[in-house]
């Protein structure tokens, strides 16, 4: 038999016609359609508005990571960098208890205000996981992180992220995707597969499926911003021993 695909790789957007993504998205699409008619905006890339739609190498991000992480049966999350988020929302309003963590406090500050008008079990704090504990004991089912990492330099980025591992019960997953390739704008953007490797061992956390990471080679205009760099994104789910 084939072995399986790769969970751990970069931007693929045919996942997205993939189980378990392909449905993923299909829920996603949905929930935020549902938020659009009720006037709730939604943060991508930190700015904060009404959607309809998603990009697809963002909703690639969300759906891969939600769905290879298992995120319909997690109980107890947390979101790193990812104030009022798709992701928050939809594992809140699926009944989830919540915490997210953001530094922007225009965003903790509206997921705060969603989570009251929805009655969502969701709580935001814009505490520094870089310099400061999470207060947690190891309990969590999730952690997910979208495309934040590459925000911080290498030191505050490992710190936040042990911190993060740290918290998850045994059998706990972590979703964090990341920019990924030699002309990513992110300062602690991941470079290669042997830096991947690095950060994997420094988490002391397991693989979920085939261990290694994949990296096709190829590269898109992600960010309006530059538009002078080709880059990718790419994804990781892993898992606290048991």
């Not at 759906?63 to 992480?69: D, K, S, W």
């Not at 999470?134 to 590459?150: K, Y």
């Not at 309006?224 to 990781?236: E, K, S």
Request: contains cysteine.
């Amino acid at each position: 038999m084939p072995d399986p695909p790769s969970i751990h790789k970069t931007l693929d957007p045919e996942d997205l016609r993939r189980e378990p993504a392909r449905s993923q998205a299909v829920r996603l699409r949905r929930f935020l359609r549902r938020l659009f008619l009720r006037f709730q905006p939604v943060a991508v890339n930190g700015v904060l508005r009404r959607r309809l739609r998603l990009r697809p190498p963002k909703l690639w991000e969300y759906a891969c990571g939600l769905a290879h992480a298992e995120a319909e049966r997690a109980r107890e999350v947390l979101d790193f960098g990812g104030g009022a988020t798709l992701p928050a929302y939809w594992l809140a309003a699926r009944g989830a208890r919540v915490r997210v963590f953001d530094i922007d406090r225009r965003l903790t500050a509206a997921t705060v205000a969603a989570a009251r008008r929805f009655g969502w079990r969701l709580e935001a704090s814009d505490r520094d996981l870089t310099r400061c504990d999470l207060g947690l004991e190891a309990g969590l089912d999730l952690v997910t992180s979208f495309c934040v990492i590459e925000h911080l330099d290498r030191g505050a980025q490992r710190a936040a992220l042990r911190r993060l591992a740290a918290a998850l019960r045994p059998g706990g997953r972590l979703a964090l995707s990341f920019e990924y390739g030699a002309e990513a704008p992110g300062e602690g953007a991941l470079r290669d597969p042997g830096e991947v490797a690095d950060l994997v061992d420094h988490l002391g956390l397991d693989w979920v499926g085939r261990a290694g990471f994949e990296d096709d080679g190829r590269r898109f205009l992600l960010d309006r911003r530059h538009p002078d760099r080709r880059f990718t994104f790419g994804l990781l789910v892993l898992e606290r021993p048991a």
